[in-house]
């Protein structure tokens, strides 16, 4: 009889906990195993996956990342993690408000409306995604312009020489949206600031930038420097 009512009270325990994602039974969750199937039961939407993350909705501002695999974790969310305390004041990122402290298996990061293909980022911010590329080999050649405005006077009295090399009318094109989109603008200073940082050109991709809910162009995806 004793048995029957646990088993009954732990059925209904089960039933409610997969009505709802509760951060603090997940939290102490043993596995990474374990996490993935308590995400799947609780029935909180699934945004997305790269190579290493999956991505779920917990809340109105807020998604989780956690780790595909346990070996994914120091590769993505422990560098991400420290990106993100030694970066944050660069106002280039989306804010990450929690994490798994033991294992690093999970980040709790603000929901950002990320670009889903080119267009839609050109259509936003003024910016083709192939600029991205465009900055990062002019900034190789010209490693003495400091600023966009120098930047885009050696692109313009180089225009001959430089066509095979850099598309300048997309170039042109890059440089139109940063002057006159203000989105345009934050989008590119938050890429250069990265850039200069050592980030890696993991971040010439669309899913990887997006609009915070106070309106900000973030970067989502900053696990990966250069040096690693
Ligand atoms: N903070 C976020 N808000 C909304 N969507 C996100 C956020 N972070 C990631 N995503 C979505 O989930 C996808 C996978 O996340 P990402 O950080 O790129 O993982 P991975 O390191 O595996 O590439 C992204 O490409 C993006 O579309
Ligand atoms: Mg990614």
Redesign the pocket.
């Known amino acids: 009889m004793l048995d029957f009512l646990k088993e009954y009270i732990e059925e209904l325990v089960q039933e409610g906990l997969r009505k709802g994602f509760w951060l603090n039974y997940f939290r102490a969750l043993p596995t990474l195993e374990a996490m993935h199937a308590y995400i799947k039961s609780s029935g909180i939407p699934y945004?997305?996956?790269?190579?290493?993350?999956d991505?779920y909705s917990i809340s109105t501002g807020k998604?989780l990342?956690i780790a595909i695999n346990v070996l994914d974790v120091h590769h993505?969310n422990t560098p991400e993690i420290n990106n993100w305390a030694k970066y944050k004041n660069t106002g280039a990122l989306?804010r990450i408000y929690d994490w798994d402290e033991e294992n690093n298996y999970w980040i709790l990061?603000?929901?950002?409306r990320?670009f889903e293909d080119p267009d839609q980022m050109l259509e936003e911010t003024g910016i083709p995604l192939g600029f991205l590329y465009d900055l990062l080999r002019l900034k190789r050649i010209y490693t003495s312009s400091k600023t966009m405005e120098q930047l885009k006077q050696n692109v313009l009295e180089d225009a001959d020489i430089l066509g095979e090399d850099v598309n300048v009318e997309r170039v042109k094109r890059g440089f139109q949206g940063y002057e006159t989109n203000p989105k345009g603008k934050q989008l590119i200073d938050h890429f250069n600031t990265l850039m200069d940082l050592g980030f890696d050109v993991d971040l010439v991709n669309n899913?990887?930038w997006?609009v915070s809910a106070s309106g900000n162009i973030v970067a989502?995806?900053y696990?990966l420097l250069d040096t690693e």
Do not use: F, N, P, Y
Not at 47 to 53: A, H, I
Not at 109 to 112: F, L, N, T
């Open positions: 945004l997305g996956s790269g190579s290493s993350r991505v998604v990342k993505q989306a990061m603000e929901a950002v990320t899913r990887h997006g989502v995806d696990a």
